[in-house]
């Protein structure tokens, strides 16, 4: 059993204003409102987590960010996620919310109670959507990693969950925890389903997934050429990142950069 804990507050950005278009990089931080939060669920436990909203403007759509195995190395901050939040509130008007699911630690704390296969996390994914509602959060989309992909199918399909989503996108499914009665659970909701799926994913390729998730009629499969289970690579991260942004926005969706200007700040270590 993991107690919560709450360090200190991370530093905030030392933004630089570049007149001119500078590149994006691994470590560009671009500004935003970024608050630590606390997420409770109905069996008792705290979860930590990091709410980030655009700077200036009231959010068009929310991300809430279901990370990888965390007895793998998943947690709030695995990189498509921490670079979403550094990043997408600027870029594309979008609120981030990211969270530690029950017994993960990061740099910003470890969440209550212990890693649960993904049978007590249905509680965590419930305490997510309840903040997203209680701060009246517009739009909000699913969006899962890897382990966090079973959760959504899992969890964003049953019926008190998925009355308050938009759709979701899935980022390298493995489909081991989630099975057919999943898929054809959200087949039922009609909700988007947008999946990405790496041309080498050590788990489910995309003929395989294009297999599995007819099931889906409303999924759409996005096959990645080149990229691998955890999308290592900027060129990689943009591409999720824009696909990201065209399922919550679609027509609307903007060309994300890969320049900017304007207040930039670099991520240190």
């Not at 308050?164 to 039922?188: F, K, T």
């Not at 409303?218 to 060129?235: D, F, S, T």
Request: hydrophobic residues 40%; negative net charge.
């Amino acid at each position: 059993m993991v107690a919560v804990t709450t360090p200190a507050p991370a530093p905030r950005p030392a933004y630089k204003l570049h007149r001119e278009p500078t590149a994006l990089r691994s470590n560009t931080i671009l500004p935003a409102q970024r608050e630590d939060i606390e997420l409770h669920t109905a069996d008792g436990l705290t979860l930590v987590g990091e709410l980030a909203v655009p700077a200036a403007v009231t959010p068009v759509a929310t991300l809430v960010t279901l990370h990888p195995l965390p007895t793998h190395g998943g947690f709030m901050d695995s990189h498509v996620y921490k670079k979403a939040a550094w990043r997408l509130p600027e870029l594309a008007g979008m609120a981030v919310l990211r969270f530690n699911t029950r017994g993960t630690c990061s740099p910003r704390g470890c969440s209550d109670g212990r890693f649960e296969e993904g049978i007590g996390e249905a509680a965590d994914v419930a305490a997510a959507l309840d903040f997203v509602r209680e701060r009246g959060l517009p739009n909000p989309w699913l969006v899962g990693w890897s382990f966090g992909t079973e959760l959504t199918l899992k969890y964003g399909s049953q019926p008190q969950n998925a009355e308050q989503i938009r759709g979701s996108v899935l980022l390298s499914p493995p489909l081991h925890r989630a099975d057919d009665a999943d898929l054809a659970r959200w087949a039922g909701t009609g909700l988007p389903l947008s999946v990405l799926v790496p041309e080498f994913d050590d788990y489910l390729r995309p003929a395989e997934a294009a297999e599995r998730f007819a099931a889906v009629p409303q999924a759409r499969l996005i096959p990645v050429e080149g990229a691998k289970h955890l999308w290592v690579g900027e060129k990689y991260v943009q591409r999720v990142h824009q696909e990201i942004v065209n399922a919550v926005l679609g027509a609307a969706a903007p060309t994300l950069p890969t320049e900017v200007s304007g207040p930039v700040a670099l991520a240190q270590g």
